[in-house]
């Protein structure tokens, strides 16, 4: 008898802890989602009246051929002294001079130092030392320009990640990843910008300013990985060293309608970034990932990139689209958490699974998002943040001071870097119980996609609901960004792909996402879409009248919902 009444017990607190968990989970839901209503009643207004002052104008045309070959292509034709590193350093040095004025992506450049680097490989190369065949497997990036995001360390030039500092923090050594990239032979041009700390989804700063997004002035190119993908959507870069915690490579890859890849945990060295966090788990959430403008370049950037102490990638895999069995979901789920698809991404998404005969899946757990994402990264002790690191003699920073002098226009930070502290407190008064239920739920979401997705399967998913709106307007959207961290929160490898323009001519993407070590299917299925959908389409310029003439057919988003099956999952 009393075995059957501790069993009782035991059920009924079981059910109680169950139902507490799913009412607190409804409140914390309803509270967001209202507060994002009313945030944007302050923010629309407030980002219209900003943009009154940006003038409408058009990027310079791209006038040199050199600004157009795949990196690839490209270095292929230096090994074999068809072209000058000269040359194309040259031409993207000048691109950057044409653009940097209206896009305001570059932080700091070195572009003299690269010329000579630039002159020092032709030098070599003419002299016939190494075989083509030699450079070709050591150094392949031989003589290409590469532009890297101001947050990883590049030696002598400034690392401060946005943040406002008496005394410029430069670099005094490379980053692991910027030191296999000079390696393999690319020339460090430049160091792009982003947000403070990286701890926000547009990219503005108060030292650098804000950076605008090439098809629209009057638009954010997302962040933190903005300054990059502004460069290689203008034609001003053509392989970008970003990172990436929660889309931060991914939403401005989509925003600027190029590509950015979120690798496996560790594969890629994430040492020499700022912000960082000797917390034990902070490299199965944030890495340095690569973005290019072309999607047949991604296998050979990261390849350049990975670590050789971290998991091997099968990048040489040749594999065929046709041999990769296809999932999709084009909502959240049943949670109604994030706002639905815009008209055009919905048809474009919808329109892609079609094409590649997706099976429609529902993930149920997938509502769980923005709870496990919040949970995992916000319980993450000694990251770097305004409160953490100082300028020597300086006094901490504390978190009720801050944000007083915010509010009254005294701080050197930008609004995310203040209310983390917020966040990060928020976060301690929830039960250790809901956070180790999230915890579970993460656990039995890998599962899931391990067993759907096998090693020849991937998933396509939205990587945000709209293309890029106007600057600041990300403010009444943070909840949206859950699209993508929901990828590091699982650990999964996850591609943007660019799939054509919408009705205004801004850039649509998609997320395609595999099982860890399966990189090699993302970027196959990537450069299959390349194939399919076009790719990087030219931004407006001054001696266009529309964009929609460089696009194709895959470029508005069209064509009829998918007819595939629907599966219920989870």
Same mark, same amino acid.
């Given at each position: ?85 000269? &040359?194309?350093?040259?031409?993207? /040095? ?55 995001? &101001? ?68 638009? $954010? ?87 050789? $102490? ?8 040749? /594999? ?38 997706? &099976? ?211």
């Amino acid at each position: 008898m009393t075995k059957l009444l501790k069993s009782i017990f035991a059920y009924v607190s079981l059910q109680l802890d169950i139902l507490r968990f799913r009412i607190l989970g409804y409140i914390m839901r309803r509270f967001l989602r209202s507060a994002m209503i009313v945030f944007s009643w302050f923010v629309v207004p407030y980002s219209r009246y900003t943009n009154i002052k940006v003038i409408r104008r058009k990027l310079p045309p791209i006038r040199s051929h050199l600004l157009e070959i795949p990196a690839v292509d490209l270095a292929k034709l230096i090994r074999t002294r068809k072209i000058k590193s000269e &040359e194309v350093v040259e031409a993207y /040095i000048e691109r950057c001079r044409q653009v940097n004025p209206l896009i305001n992506a570059i932080v700091q450049d070195r572009f003299e130092e690269a010329l000579e680097e630039a002159r020092e490989i032709d030098n070599v190369i003419a002299m016939g030392i190494n075989s083509v065949e030699s450079m070709e497997e050591h150094t392949p990036l031989l003589g290409i320009p590469v532009t890297v995001k &101001e947050s990883i360390a590049v030696k002598g030039m400034t690392n401060q990640a946005g943040r406002v500092f008496k005394t410029p923090q430069i670099a005094k050594s490379d980053a692991p990843v910027v030191e296999q990239i000079k390696r393999c032979g690319g020339i460090i041009m430049l160091v792009s910008n982003t947000p403070e700390l990286c701890l926000l989804w547009e990219t503005y700063n108060n030292v650098t300013g804000q950076t605008k997004n090439p098809y629209d002035l009057k638009r $954010t190119p997302g962040g933190s990985s903005g300054g990059e993908a502004a460069l290689l959507a203008s034609g001003a870069s053509l392989l970008g060293l970003t990172s990436d915690i929660g889309g931060s490579s991914r939403l401005p890859a989509m925003f600027s309608g190029i590509w950015g890849h979120k690798p496996t945990p560790y594969a890629v060295s994430f040492r020499g970034h700022h912000p960082t966090s000797d917390f034990p788990k902070w490299g199965d959430f944030f890495t340095i990932a690569p973005m290019t403008r072309y999607a047949k370049d991604l296998p050979l950037l990261l390849k350049c990139m990975s670590d050789p $102490t971290g998991p091997k990638l099968t990048l040489d895999k040749e /594999i065929s689209a046709h041999g990769i069995r296809f999932f999709f979901m084009d909502n959240d789920g049943p949670s109604g958490m994030m706002r639905p698809l815009s008209r055009d991404l919905h048809a474009a998404i919808n329109r892609v699974a079609s094409d590649f005969n997706a &099976e429609r899946v529902n993930i149920r757990k997938m509502k769980w998002s923005l709870d496990i994402s919040l949970s995992a990264m916000l319980t993450m002790k000694n990251i770097e943040t305004i409160y953490h690191k100082t300028e020597e003699g300086e006094q901490p920073k504390t978190v009720c001071k801050e944000t007083v002098k915010y509010f009254f226009g005294c701080s050197d930070s930008i609004l995310p870097s203040v209310i983390f502290g917020h966040l990060q407190n928020f976060m301690k008064i929830i039960p250790n119980s809901r956070h180790k239920h999230l915890a579970s739920i993460i656990e039995a979401l890998k599962t899931e996609f391990k067993e759907m997705l096998g090693n020849d399967g991937v998933f396509l998913y939205p990587t945000f609901p709209n293309t890029a709106h106007q600057h600041y307007q990300i403010y009444h959207k943070l909840l949206e960004p859950m699209y993508m961290a929901i990828f590091n929160t699982l650990g999964l490898p996850v591609t943007n792909c660019m799939i054509g323009l919408d009705h205004r001519n801004l850039p649509m993407g998609i997320q395609v996402v595999a099982n860890p070590g399966q990189d090699h299917l993302c970027l196959a299925v990537a450069r299959e879409m390349e194939r399919r959908y076009g790719g990087w389409v030219r931004p407006p310029s001054e001696d266009s009248h529309s964009s929609s003439s460089n696009s194709n057919g895959g470029g508005n988003g069209g064509g009829n919902g998918a007819s595939s099956s629907s599966k219920q999952r989870g």
